[in-house]
């Protein structure tokens, strides 16, 4: 899908590439199924600059792109043929290998509440086109992205950096969440914890977790998790004076994430939000009283 992403970003003038030393743009002119496709608005060719000849684009969408079908009806095969792509080259994280192509209860709500709270929540099924408009893009990286990192409440308010949050951290906060509000108790967070949910560990606990989250249903906990976030967001954002999360949680953190700090910060509203039925009206008295946050 990168790739192919790539490809036709390319050809929809997203960026250059060097020619003989000097960025030249694909000619849209020169191809008639772009310039059908600017013609009806999925398309904003670049003005100005430098462009490819008429016989470089043609050597261009002429290119033969090799492909290998496999076959199978597995779906550990699948994620075992996934997993052995992924071992070379540019790797994903181990956030992202869990997910991937995994379609269990725990991974499907984990994914919903993530798209939520990062804000490009969209369809199940998305058009390669679409990509674009929610993928995580940086003031630094400037691919023309829709989500901007830096505008995320993780990065905004330091819990993750940019670097985290493109290698999927703010899934495996969330997972960690999910894990500790549906078991009952904090979630002993480590790589192999994390893989048995995913049934991908040597201690196969998926079925487990998804028995646990159908006993309240998928949509209740998802409502209670997502009810718990709006007060954290509500309680920063408009009652600290303008001030970032993180020094709030931790003073001396300096370059490093609070996501521990955070997860703790969550936990603590969720019980009293979820569990004892209570709600954190007095804003200002939390505020005087942000050292309780401070979580040594």
């Known amino acids: 899908m990168q790739r192919l992403n790539s490809i036709f970003g390319f050809i929809e003038n997203h960026f250059s590439v060097e020619v003989a030393g000097i960025g030249k743009f694909f000619n849209i002119a020169y191809f008639t199924f772009a310039q059908t496709q600017v013609s009806k608005g999925f398309i904003t060719p670049k003005i100005g600059g430098s462009f490819l000849t008429q016989e470089q684009v043609s050597a261009f969408i002429q290119y033969p792109f090799p492909v290998t079908i496999f076959t199978t009806g597995s779906t550990d095969e699948i994620n075992e043929t996934f997993r052995r792509i992924n071992s070379t080259g540019q790797k994903l994280s181990p956030q992202e290998v869990r997910q991937a192509g995994n379609v269990s209860k ?78 009952g108790q904090p979630f002993p967070a480590s790589q ?94 939390i505020k005087r009283r942000k050292e309780t946050f401070i979580l040594n």
């Not at 929540?121 to 023309?144: G, V």
């Not at 300096?254 to 910060?265: A, D, H, I, M, R």
Request: charged share 25%.
């Open 106 to 183: 725990f991974s499907l709500l984990l994914r919903e509440i993530a798209t939520e709270i990062r804000g490009d929540a969209s369809r199940e099924i998305l058009l390669l086109q679409d990509m674009p408009k929610i993928s995580i893009d940086s003031k630094l990286s400037k691919h023309q992205y829709g989500i901007n990192a830096e505008e995320t409440f993780w990065c905004k308010h330091g819990v993750l950096n940019v670097y985290d949050l493109k290698e999927s951290e703010d899934k495996q906060i969330i997972a960690d969440i999910i894990l500790s509000c549906t078991l």
């Open 192 to 285: 192999i914890a994390f893989d048995n949910y995913y049934g991908s560990g040597s201690d196969d606990k998926s079925q487990r977790i998804d028995v646990k989250i159908n006993a309240p249903g998928e949509t209740n906990t998802r409502t209670e998790i997502l009810t718990v976030f709006p007060e954290v967001f509500n309680l920063v954002d408009f009652h600290f004076g303008g001030a970032r999360l993180k020094p709030v949680l931790k003073p001396n953190a300096g370059g490093n994430s609070v996501k521990e700090k955070f997860y703790t910060l969550f936990l603590a509203f969720y019980e009293l939000m979820i569990k004892d039925n209570t709600v954190p009206f007095d804003c200002a008295k």
